[in-house]
């Protein structure tokens, strides 16, 4: 069952624009969750990461919201740009249970529009 | 620079085969785990390790193995190759300190004939 969920295969977004990509998951056990970015024939690579103890973490032009009661997290992207058209995993963790496992939704593939 | 490295990238193999996937960190990362990458699943664990002689089961482990007999690698064996091995496979590693910021090789794309 999959505990980490991202239900939106795909978006395209103009560039300049903001991009919303979203993330759910069911284990309240999760306390730290992580946003990898994966170009084609690369590996992912670690964007921006959020403890549960925050709501809101930001790097320049990627924010990332947890709303834990809603079991929730999202990355904003803004503004937009071509080079960040990807796939975008989002990642969870029980860090303070001790587990090092991460645990991936199945992607959502960004297009960003010149 | 320091990084991690997987090989072959591309592997062709045939059912039954033994096929063996190797990856190599330089980082000297305690934490080394194996992944796999399928359409409608994203990336899913294979296994783990948390240091030298330590080895754990992960989410889809069934015909994979692996061992470390030192820090820098962590090769996985497919015992007998099936078709349902057929995959991307991404091999990452994860200092002690910052334990789930995971740092992934290129892959290795494996198609089990």
């Known amino acids: 069952d999959q505990q980490v969920k991202q239900n939106s295969p795909s978006l395209s977004v103009q560039e300049g624009r903001i991009s919303i990509l979203n993330c759910d998951y069911t284990n309240s056990m999760f306390d730290y969750f992580l946003w990898y970015k994966k170009y084609p024939a690369e590996g992912p690579t670690f964007l921006i990461s959020?403890?549960?103890?925050?709501d809101k973490n930001e790097d320049g032009r990627f924010t990332v919201f947890l709303n834990k009661s809603a079991k929730h997290l999202s990355l904003h992207i803004v503004p937009s740009q071509p080079g960040d058209s990807a796939v975008y995993f989002c990642?969870?963790?029980?860090?303070?249970?001790?587990?090092?496992?991460?645990?991936f939704g199945t992607g959502t593939r960004l297009t960003v529009i010149p | 620079d320091a990084e991690i490295t997987q090989s072959p990238r591309h592997k062709i193999t045939e059912t039954g085969r033994q096929v063996t996937l190797a990856c190599h960190q330089t980082?000297?990362?305690?934490?080394m785990f194996w992944y796999r990458q399928d359409l409608g699943h994203g990336l899913r664990l294979i296994h783990y390790s948390y240091g030298v002689q330590d080895t754990n089961k992960g989410e889809v482990s069934d015909g994979y193995s692996v061992s470390r007999s030192n820090t820098e690698d962590l090769p996985l064996t497919l015992e007998s190759a099936a078709s349902s091995q057929t995959s991307v496979y991404f091999c990452a590693s994860s200092p002690e300190l910052a334990k789930n910021i995971q740092y992934f090789g290129a892959g290795t794309r494996l198609s089990v004939l």
């Open positions: 959020i403890s549960s103890i925050k």
């Open positions: 980082w000297n990362h305690n934490n």
């Open positions: 990642a969870a963790s029980a860090l303070r249970a001790g587990a090092n496992n991460l645990f």
